[in-house]
């Protein structure tokens, strides 16, 4: 799993959000407690990853409540497949590859 959490580490990601996503690729949905536990979390750092990918809209979120008092429990799980979330991270990667090439034209053209 480390190589996997690497590979996105070196497209952006950080290492939570890595974590993170590679749980829910492998369960069809999860509850933050269940990505905690097995993924060596912290809750804050499952939240901050939701939020991401609530915002990229990759996942999709049910609200489940309890019949005690307390707050409802989250439920998450993927609102995308799984090759189109590579297909993002691949175009964030190639807009990060161009803007550094056109970098090294600007250094060319200061150095000539």
Not at 18 to 39: C, D, G, P, Q, W
Not at 61 to 72: C, D, L
Not at 80 to 108: S, W
Request: hydrophobic share 40%.
């Amino acid at each position: 799993m480390k190589d996997k959490v690497d590979v996105f580490m070196e497209c952006g990601m950080r290492r939570p959000e890595a974590k993170v996503l590679i749980y829910l690729f492998r369960h069809t949905s999860a509850f933050s407690r269940n990505i905690e536990h097995e993924m060596d979390l912290r809750q804050p750092e499952v939240s901050l990853a939701m939020s991401t990918f609530l915002k990229r809209k990759w996942i999709k979120t049910v609200e489940q409540k309890k019949e005690t008092k307390g707050r409802p429990t989250i439920e998450y799980s993927l609102a995308v497949d799984n090759k189109k979330v590579i297909l993002e991270l691949k175009k964030d990667v190639n807009n990060r590859l161009k803007l550094l090439y056109n970098t090294l034209d600007k250094l060319d053209k200061l150095v000539i």
